[in-house]
DNA sequence: TCCGGAAGCTAATCCGATTTAGCTCGGGAG
DNA sequence: CTCCCGAGCTAAATCGGATTAGCTTCCGGA
């Protein structure tokens, strides 16, 4: 290993072995059997490249080959989202395994930024650009984001436009949240929380929330079962299901099963019911989305529809680097939510005779 | 805006204004004065660059240059420590701010793949290297990082090293939390969770584990108070800080307080006392690090140290930026843990007369 | 009338690879 | 004794800018 004043270059690695730089090039390159070049030049050269540490200068190598194995990454939030850096993961893993990097910018939802940073990533001549949002919405496609390769992740254009998109299967998780209730016995006293129970009332924009609501009313009114009521909430936080449970708890039907729209409205939803004394799993069940990590942390441990950020991010690269041209308006790839299946679901026979059945204050040895 | 068959260049741009390449890129540059260059020139080159929508290609440039705008931010997992995006987040505002975007790349702590990434980094003439841990830790500085301009981020190197890390002050929120304490009155039955009363009884090389101990024992005892006791704790999960509550709350002094390790202690460390029909903030006081989500979502609202993810990667690409040369070895940058004071801690006298006063079984109109 | 110098541009080189288009040499065919 | 061909390499162009080193004009002063 030489000193590293600088960089080692071709020029200087073709001097070493004695040969011209072309021929260099052609070794490194793998070429020499198609270029004609003896096996002892092709030892000498590598020898060369070994001794010096040679490493060629991909900035260069992109110049003339215009391909720089480099991806752009561009999403709304990396922050606030948790997990929504397994997108990032999956993403980077894809990248990886075609020997790509990640280029990654955050938007804030800017549409100034968003021009600004697909023209940066642009310049730096990015083999394709993943815009990614955070959760899945509808996003209006960035100025500049179609001069090239991309592709939109957890997201669909608002407008059709020759771009593919990759997403949860939202629609299947709603389908799968109602027969997770429906396979447990329950028929009546379903409630939703984050949205109501008619299509349309959902926060503005959330495809995630039409989506999910359109599979779960489907699969109940196959099965001649309606849903009892709903809370649409803009702020899907704990504190705002908490309230809104509350507030369906005293309704009639009397709730048997909450359909929380994610495990933050879960965790509102758990703090009600035990609050007024009901217990999860055993009076009243709770299936959610998203499959936080809170998820697991809850006790009973919550069943949820995981949104599977890994797979989405791993995909939408792939598709990037596949895609040949540009794709026939409206491709989209729906990846599988996959059901966790855990404790908050109770067999609904014990429900209906009990409501309150096994309450008997908290759980615990210590109990005063 | 002509047709973006290929990217329009500088050359082309020249042409229409009817001028050399050379001018062209001198006023592009900014430097028409200084290269006496007429305001008419100016205009025309400007106004050609404007109708073509010409962008320079930043990969050209930086062969030239031998400057890329671009800084590569390496992790060790991106994924799993949720809220350490913040980190990746404030990075990447701070690149911005100096025009730069970031190369990113996950080691899951590989020293080969670090190696590589570190190479593959460097080979795209990245500005420098952002070496980020997603929990404060010492790490061996991987093979090649030292090769250029380069920051450990969230680490410590194991052994001295001429490169700068920038970390949370963990030894002044150990001091803050035991503060905390004893400004309501604790002195006695504290316990710790997550590592043992004793200096030395950590996780292996978890740096927060040490530094936070060594603050909270430091000013304890500078009021002659002493640890209670402690659970040392591999896993800093809810189930192990569960297991490990209960197991304290059989101990003598009878816990008056608990100091969580992390967040994910404390909602065991909640669990456990709700189980147990003690009530945080009222019977016992519970002041935790890290300051996830969850801590603001738990009942009560968890205090907690927080740990400034976006700080962090700011601090880090600005000292990257900034550096002209090799820093003195051990220079560190610690970063203040700002305390978030909510609703577990108690005033002591009130834990002191009733232990289990205010015990009422869960709180709610509902209760049966 | 000649010269120096500034004003206003441009030709040519460079960055470090990849790639096209040869060039040289030796041997067999004619 | 040429000519041709293939084996084995290399010279030179190229990618798209940045930069150095001039090269013309034109004007004023001697």
Redesign the pocket.
């Known amino acids: 290993m030489l000193p590293a004043v ?7 690695v073709a001097r070493r072995a ?6 260099a ?2 070794v ?2 793998g070429r020499r059997e198609e ?4 096996a ?2 092709e030892a000498r050269v590598r020898q060369a490249a070994r001794e010096t540490g040679y ?3 991909v900035v ?2 992109s ?4 391909t720089t194995q480099t991806i752009g990454f561009l999403s709304d939030t990396v922050a606030t989202t948790p997990f929504a850096g397994h997108l990032i993961w999956g993403a980077l893993d894809a990248a990886r395994e075609h020997e790509h990097l990640l280029l990654i910018g955050e938007t804030e939802g800017d549409p100034e930024l968003e021009k600004e940073l697909v023209e940066a990533m642009r310049d730096r001549q990015v083999e394709g650009i993943v815009f990614a949002s955070m959760y899945t919405r509808w996003v209006s496609v960035p100025k500049g984001l179609l001069d090239g390769p991309s592709v939109l992740l957890n997201a669909l254009p608002t407008r059709p436009c020759p771009i593919a998109a990759v997403v949860p299967d939202e629609l299947e998780a709603g389908r799968a949240a109602a027969r997770v209730l429906l396979r447990s016995g329950h028929t009546s006293g379903i409630y939703v929380v984050g949205v109501g129970a008619r299509p349309g009332q959902v926060p503005k924009g959330v495809v995630a929330a039409v989506e999910r609501l359109a599979g779960i009313r489907e699969v109940l009114s196959g099965a001649g079962v309606e849903l009892a009521g709903g809370a649409l909430l803009r702020d899907w936080q704990p504190q705002a299901g908490y309230v809104a449970a509350l507030g369906l708890l005293k309704r009639k039907p009397e709730p048997r099963a909450f359909i929380c729209f994610n495990d933050r409205l879960s965790v509102g939803t758990y703090q009600a019911l035990q609050d007024t004394g009901r217990k999860v799993g055993k009076d009243v069940s709770v299936v959610s989305f998203d499959d936080e990590p809170v998820a697991s942390w809850l006790r009973p441990q919550l069943t949820s529809l995981a949104i599977p950020h890994y797979e989405l991010g791993r995909k939408a690269v792939e598709v990037l680097l596949s895609k040949p041209g540009p794709v026939p308006e409206g491709t989209v790839h729906r990846i599988p939510m996959p059901l966790r299946e855990r404790e908050s679901i109770c067999p609904v026979e014990a429900t209906r005779k009990h409501p309150l059945a096994g309450w008997r204050g908290p759980r615990g040895p210590l109990r005063g």
Do not use: D, K, Y
Not at 6 to 12: M, P, S
Not at 18 to 23: A, E, N
Not at 63 to 66: I, K, Q, S, V
């Open positions: 600088g960089r080692v270059t071709l020029a200087e004695g040969v011209s730089q072309t021929t090039s052609f490194l390159a270029m004609r070049i003896s002892q030049v490493r060629p200068n260069s190598r110049l003339r080959t215009g």
